[in-house]
């Protein structure tokens, strides 16, 4: 997350812990070989809280902020500045009553059938087959 972060505990109860986070994002390069493009983290910031169960150690409620300013590099020697920011938030619901089994459930009586499961196995192609035999021809919708 970077270099300069601070956690601060801002409340103490007996069923959670509320943490506020503040701190920088550390500049970074990512280079993507497949779009030959070259992406450079410039820097940033993020601040939040977070609510953390004290029985459990699972956050209940998070949101974070983050603000990173960025370059894409093209392979044409363009430079593309962004800013990116994102908010996150968790909401999480631990005090929930157990789920009832699977098994418990009863399809409705309306008539509807279930599903079926087919097999698929895709036919062979010029050059090869399905499994992966290929001279680097491939059908149409294949990667």
Request: with cysteine; glycine share 10%.
């Given at each position: 997350?970077?270099?300069?972060?601070?956690?601060?505990?801002?409340?103490?109860?007996?069923?959670?812990?509320?943490?506020?986070?503040?701190?920088?994002?550390?500049?970074?390069?990512?280079?993507?070989?497949?779009?030959?493009?070259?992406?450079?983290?410039?820097?940033?910031?993020?601040?939040?809280?977070?609510?953390?169960?004290?029985?459990?150690?699972?956050?209940?409620?998070?949101?974070?902020?983050?603000?990173?300013?960025?370059?894409a590099h093209l392979p044409d020697g363009t430079e593309i500045p962004q800013r990116k920011d994102v908010l996150t938030t968790?909401?999480?619901?631990?005090?929930?009553?157990?789920?009832?089994?699977?098994?418990?459930?009863?399809p409705p009586s309306s008539g509807v059938q279930p599903a079926t499961h087919q097999t698929y196995q895709p036919a062979a192609?010029?050059?090869?087959?399905?499994?992966?035999?290929?001279?680097?021809?491939?059908?149409?919708?294949?990667?």
């Amino acid at each position: 997350t970077g270099e300069g972060t601070r956690c601060l505990l801002k409340d103490l109860s007996a069923k959670s812990a509320e943490i506020s986070l503040i701190g920088s994002i550390a500049p970074a390069s990512y280079i993507d070989p497949v779009h030959q493009l070259r992406l450079t983290v410039r820097g940033g910031q993020f601040t939040g809280s977070c609510v953390v169960d004290r029985t459990t150690g699972m956050p209940t409620q998070s949101r974070i902020e983050r603000s990173m300013d960025m370059i894409a590099h093209l392979p044409d020697g363009t430079e593309i500045p962004q800013r990116k920011d994102v908010l996150t938030t968790v909401t999480a619901y631990l005090d929930q009553p157990a789920a009832p089994p699977a098994a418990a459930y009863a399809p409705p009586s309306s008539g509807v059938q279930p599903a079926t499961h087919q097999t698929y196995q895709p036919a062979a192609w010029a050059g090869g087959t399905a499994a992966g035999q290929s001279n680097g021809v491939r059908a149409a919708g294949y990667p």
